[in-house]
């Protein structure tokens, strides 16, 4: 197994009453050979070039920033929390060069494209994808052990609440996020879907040529709610994506 792992337990300042195993505490790793022990499975285009010395300390300073960042606002971010990073053979330029997933309650991969002009160093995206990921690990949307139901509707509140939240703290929109003037009718459509549609159709591409379909309706579900009920991302983070949805109030 190829792998470095950078020695980051970093332990917070807690309550005198804590046990030390209690401590919340951060990891990162670089994963650069598919044999690497993921929590989910491998990216099937991991590129074969290595990240150096360099760009590894710059990116593990950016996730101990997010993480710290993160925690402070998120109650129940997950106590430890492991990042895998690697770098593949992808196109992310739509999302800032970087993409993630939360794989399960603790477990975060974040994908670098090896296109991306600059390297590393140069994804502005990377602190986005971060801020998303820790969102869904402290709401529980995660690949694995997921505390939500099946459905298109709940996966795009979802993926709209983290993505406002990644929004409000780098101050970046990625234009694959951006929706429509008629996002009205594709809010209507996914709220009619059945819970087995097909997810990939609908959060990602669909047959009719849409993208993002569920990330760009749910940030708008978002957007809506906090304008009609004054409440934060964060207040809305506490509530179920039934309760997000009605405070959207769509129009008939």
Known sequence: ??????????????VASRAPSAEPGLEVEFAESPTFDFAGSAPPDLAATPFTVDEKARIAEVVVDVEAR???LLADLPRRIRVVVARVDRDLSGVGGVSGRADAPGEVLI??????????????????????????????????????????????VNEGLAEVFAEEQTGRVLAANEYPDDVDEWAREILALPNDADYVEW????PDGREAIGYRTGRYLVHRAMANSGKTVLELSELSPQEIIGLAQLNP
């Open 70 to 72: 993160s925690r402070a």
């Open 1 to 14: 197994m190829v792998c470095h792992r950078v020695a980051l337990l970093l332990f917070a300042s807690l």
């Open 111 to 156: 994908e670098i494209s090896r296109r991306l002009e600059g390297g590393p160093a140069a994804a502005a995206g990377l602190r986005n994808a971060l801020f998303h990921e820790l969102h869904h690990q402290a709401r529980g949307w995660t690949i694995r052990e997921n505390r939500f139901g099946p459905g298109i509707a709940v996966a795009a």
């Open 203 to 206: 959060m990602f591409a669909h």
